[in-house]
């Protein structure tokens, strides 16, 4: 059987819960899967047929080692599902300007440059027209130094966008009303077809949607204007085994807010026929690259 190492972090040493539904169906295929810590220092990368980057929840915090580590996998000719190309594009948000520029819609996001002089947050809002927007690093995950900022009160988020701004950067994205009151919609695709979708929303008081912060998930059928638009999102980059879209809807309108290409969570877990479905787009992949 070929070996496919389950990238993963070490809080995850023997896999999410979701990710280990993908065992049996890759087994099917004749794919032994196994986890492997993507920064320890004494695996043996050389040993897999593929690398298939999975919980790696934490390359934010590392997002140097975690990029050369990409490239260390590339140039050692070892296959990395996504591909690399696409990771290290992926890894930092400002690949969301580069899909604004092909027409897909995004949430509005004021993206300051580092030469720029010190910005206002209350100033900004106001020239901008917004009531309320998130701050955000261009590289996270998971909400990481991610604050909620009102036009009404900047202080608090002030002091994280200047050093976010001086630092590793930062962007300032207009906060979507309907999150709370609708959701943030999770549109799954394997190998650039749709399987299936999810609504989150924050728990009462809160604008994040993940778990992490009481956040819930459900799933849910999409309007065809929002499978449309995620649709023609996925299609805006190169060939995916795996994507997230991740949006919400303004005024009838499917907004991207993020298109996740690296560690998403895919919630194999709700939809029975996704962990297959994620399986033979793994097995394809891996056979054109062995």
């Given at each position: 059987?070929?070996?496919?190492?389950?990238?993963?972090?070490?809080?995850?040493?023997?896999?999410?819960?979701?990710?280990?539904?993908?065992?049996?169906?890759?087994?099917?295929?004749?794919?032994?899967?196994?986890?492997?810590?993507w920064?320890?220092?004494?695996?043996?990368?050389?040993?897999?047929?593929?690398?298939?980057?999975?919980s790696?929840?934490?390359?934010?915090?590392?997002?140097?080692?975690?990029l050369?580590?990409?490239?260390?996998?590339?140039?050692?000719?070892?296959?990395?599902?996504n591909?690399?190309?696409?990771?290290?594009?992926?890894?930092n948000?400002?690949?969301?300007?580069?899909?604004?520029?092909?027409?897909?819609?995004?949430?509005?996001?004021f993206w300051?440059?580092?030469?720029?002089?010190?910005?206002?947050l209350?100033?900004?809002?106001?020239?901008?027209?917004?009531?309320?927007?998130?701050v955000?690093?261009r590289?996270s995950?998971?909400?990481?130094?991610?604050?909620?900022?009102?036009?009404?009160?900047?202080?608090a988020?002030?002091?994280?966008?200047?050093?976010?701004?001086?630092?590793?950067g930062?962007?300032?994205?207009?906060?979507?009303d309907?999150?709370?009151?609708?959701?943030?919609?999770?549109?799954?695709?394997?190998?650039?077809?749709?399987?299936?979708?999810?609504?989150?929303?924050?728990?009462?008081?809160?604008?994040?949607?993940?778990?992490?912060?009481?956040?819930?998930?459900?799933?849910?059928?999409?309007?065809?204007?929002?499978?449309?638009?995620?649709?023609?999102?996925?299609?805006?980059v190169?060939?995916?085994?795996?994507?997230?879209?991740?949006g919400?809807?303004?005024?009838?309108?499917?907004?991207?807010?993020?298109?996740?290409?690296?560690?998403?969570?895919?919630?194999?877990?709700?939809h029975?026929?996704?962990?297959?479905?994620?399986a033979?787009?793994?097995?394809?992949?891996v056979?054109r690259?062995?």
């Open positions: 059987m070929l070996r496919l190492a389950l990238a993963t972090a070490s809080k995850y040493p023997t896999l999410t819960e979701d990710d280990r539904l993908l065992l049996d169906p890759l087994a099917q295929h004749g794919i032994q899967a196994h986890p492997a810590i920064n320890d220092p004494n695996q043996d990368w050389s040993a897999c047929a593929a690398v298939l980057i999975r790696c929840w934490d390359y934010h915090l590392q997002p140097e080692r975690f050369a580590w990409i490239q260390q996998l590339h140039a050692a000719n070892i296959p990395i599902l591909p690399a190309p696409l990771l290290r594009w992926n890894a948000k400002s690949y969301l300007r580069d899909l604004d520029t092909k027409g897909v819609p995004i949430v509005p996001t300051p440059e580092h030469n720029e002089n010190l910005i206002t209350q100033q900004k809002l106001c020239d901008l027209g917004w009531h309320k927007a998130v955000k690093p590289i995950a998971t909400a990481y130094r991610t604050q909620l900022v009102t036009k009404d009160d900047t202080s988020a002030q002091k994280l966008f200047d050093e976010l701004h001086r630092g590793p930062v962007m300032l994205q207009k906060y979507i309907s999150i709370t009151t609708e959701g943030e919609w999770s549109l799954i695709f394997f190998a650039g077809t749709f399987s299936h979708a999810i609504i989150k929303q924050p728990r009462p008081g809160d604008f994040r949607v993940q778990n992490d912060f009481g956040g819930t998930a459900r799933r849910a059928d999409p309007p065809p204007h929002v499978l449309a638009s995620a649709i023609r999102a996925v299609e805006a190169d060939p995916t085994v795996y994507a997230r879209v991740d919400v809807v303004d005024d009838g309108r499917f907004l991207l807010m993020e298109l996740e290409l690296i560690e998403p969570m895919l919630f194999l877990a709700d029975p026929e996704a962990p297959t479905r994620f033979a787009a793994i097995a394809n992949a056979a690259t062995t």
